[in-house]
């Protein structure tokens, strides 16, 4: 058998503590306007990953950093606060089991936009694979 990739690993990881986010996302927003929540979370986020950067040894100078780099992390931020924005406002009129799913159409986002601009290219099963996520983020529409 062969070994499992790291990043594999970490990708799963992400997945879980993704689905626990929307989870912990939905109870939290109960008695909260979403944005208020979005900016509670976005400190926490501040407060804990350069807790955990200077724990972990991986402090360096980001002034040192490209403007090119700074520039895409920069808009990356942006893109990240949006879609918190719209997450956490859509958590809190609609039901977790479908918005999470419909969110999640950001697959077919990122494989359309990769094809595109990085010249990714999935292969059939990846690109059938897509299209099913993308036909059963449609069907939430009619979830409810």
Not at 79 to 92: P, Q
Not at 122 to 127: A, D, L, Q
Request: glycine share 10%.
């Amino acid at each position: 058998m062969p070994a499992v990739p790291t990043w594999f690993i970490w990708a799963l990881l992400s997945a879980i503590f993704t689905g626990a986010t929307a989870l912990l996302a939905k109870v939290g927003l109960e008695d909260v306007d979403p944005d208020l929540a979005t900016l509670v979370r976005t400190l926490v986020v501040a407060v804990f990953l350069p807790l955990l950067i200077l724990i972990t040894g991986k402090w360096s100078n980001p002034l040192l950093l490209s403007q090119r780099t700074w520039l895409f992390i920069a808009l990356s931020g942006v893109t990240t606060g949006l879609s918190w924005i719209c997450f956490f406002r859509a958590l809190k009129q609609g039901e977790v089991s479908l918005v999470v799913p419909v969110d999640r159409l950001s697959l077919l986002v990122v494989a359309v936009l990769g094809f595109a601009f990085l010249g990714e290219r999935p292969s059939i099963f990846g690109w059938l694979g897509l299209l099913l996520i993308g036909a059963g983020g449609v069907l939430f529409c009619f979830a409810e």
